[in-house]
């Protein structure tokens, strides 16, 4: 947290750090008995502004925004897991001209978290 004039407020800040993902999807093949989980765990970066408006002595009405990216991670489901650097481990499926699924692929059929927005709104009380 920086100390940052956002619209003349008198208390607020510019947010800034890492952010981690536990994300977990699920995959239903249409037509089929695969019905499994996928999974992922992603490290990023966020950015943002947090305001406090205070309401009484202790307590601030705080509201924040900002935008998180997240970068590739692995993504593993039933038994097999996707890497961006396309190490895969155990990809066993075709696309229709032959070719091995990539992470491409699976990122683009999952769709895990990459970019973010993020609202806030609570409250602090100060002891």
């Given at each position: ?111 895990q978290p990459q ?13």
């Open positions: 947290m920086m100390p940052y004039k956002f619209f003349n407020f008198k208390d607020s800040y510019l947010i800034f750090g890492p952010r981690y993902s536990v994300f977990k999807g699920n995959f239903n093949y249409i037509g089929s008995n695969e019905d499994f989980e996928i999974t992922s765990k992603q490290w990023g970066l966020g950015l943002g502004a947090e305001n406090y408006f205070k309401m009484t002595k202790n307590l601030d009405l705080v509201l924040a925004t900002g935008l998180d990216y997240f970068f590739n991670s692995a993504l593993s489901g039933h038994d097999t897991t996707f890497n961006p650097n396309d190490d895969n481990i155990r990809v066993q499926q075709t696309d229709n001209n032959g070719d091995p699924y990539t992470y491409k692929d699976a990122n683009k059929a999952v769709k970019l973010m927005p993020r609202i806030m709104v609570g409250v602090t009380y100060r002891l």
